[in-house]
């Protein structure tokens, strides 16, 4: 990446003298024309600034762009290469040892939610692939959202804690009905509740709400996590943005979840936002 860049400023700086020379030398063979050369002059310096700015932000760009890139694949690897090896072991043990039917039920419990994970996040891919490629339509049509967001919180109700506690909190308003896109919409509740779990501590309650109020219906998701700073409000539903640096960020995931929420939400004329929770974590807030 460095080498394009000095390549780059060395052609700047060639035709900036060049410009210069000609300037100059035009200048002493006629003098009376230093009003035109100064103006033409400045005129191209201006032109020329701006695009050699404009060009060096695509750069820039395009260099943070493959970097999320890699760092994707990196992620997408760890995502695929985890579940399956729990899957391999738990296959394993099946096989070699002799166990109890309610081991190997249990075993294959733990599979299937293996399964279920790797379901999810090859299906995130699918759809976050279709919407680049403009090749998904968004069928739409009426459909009950309380019992598909139920639906999503006992599939994903998956830790109990000391006291049996439940890890997700659930108040949902029976007998929503809404009209869009069922298989979409799916993928944006799940994303939501999801990476509120994700970036909360073990056994730290996530709660989500649905409810209707005033003509329009709320969905809200809310943890207790680590929050998310102003400065990257903005940035979250980007493609492959993930909060926090590399260094840093410890959590699994691809940065496609929030990415596909947004899309898919435009698509349907609903908005999302953001805010911070009390006293610790964030708030996910889509109307539709």
């Avoid at 002799?98 to 599979?111: M, R, V």
């Avoid at 056994?203 to 219906?217: D, I, M, P, Q, Y």
Wanted: glycine share 4%.
């Amino acid at each position: 990446m460095k080498r394009p860049l000095v390549i780059f400023y060395a052609l700047i700086i060639y035709a900036i003298s060049l410009l210069t020379w000609w300037g100059y030398r035009l200048y002493i063979l006629q003098p009376a024309r230093l009003g035109m050369v100064l103006s033409e002059g400045l005129t191209f310096a201006i032109v020329f600034a701006f695009g050699a700015i404009s060009l060096h932000k695509s750069v820039n760009r395009e260099h943070r762009l493959q970097d999320q890139k890699r760092n994707f694949l990196l992620s997408v690897t760890h995502e695929l290469k985890s579940p399956l090896a729990s899957i391999k072991l738990l296959l394993q043990t099946i096989q070699k040892r002799d166990l109890t039917k309610a081991q190997i039920l249990d075993f294959i419990d733990k599979s299937l939610l293996d399964i279920e994970r790797l379901d999810d996040m090859v299906e995130n891919m699918l759809l976050a692939s279709k919407i680049d490629n403009s090749s998904y339509t968004f069928p739409k049509a009426n459909f009950n959202l309380s019992v598909l967001v139920d639906s999503i919180v006992n599939r994903l109700q998956l830790t109990k804690c000391d006291g049996n506690q439940q890890i997700i909190n659930a108040e949902i308003e029976p007998k929503i009905e809404i009209t869009g896109d069922k298989f979409a919409l799916t993928s944006v509740v799940t994303n939501l509740i999801e990476n509120a779990v994700k970036y909360s501590k073990p056994c730290e309650a996530v709660n989500v709400k649905l409810f209707s109020k005033t003509g329009k219906v709320y969905l809200q998701v809310a943890d207790h996590g680590i929050g998310i700073a102003d400065e990257e409000k903005s940035r979250i539903f980007d493609k492959f943005y993930r909060v926090g640096s590399e260094d840093t960020r410890n959590t699994k995931g691809t940065g496609l979840g929030l990415y596909i929420v947004k899309q898919v939400l435009d698509k349907h004329e609903a908005s999302i936002r953001v805010k911070d929770n009390r006293p610790a974590g964030s708030i996910f807030e889509v109307v539709f």
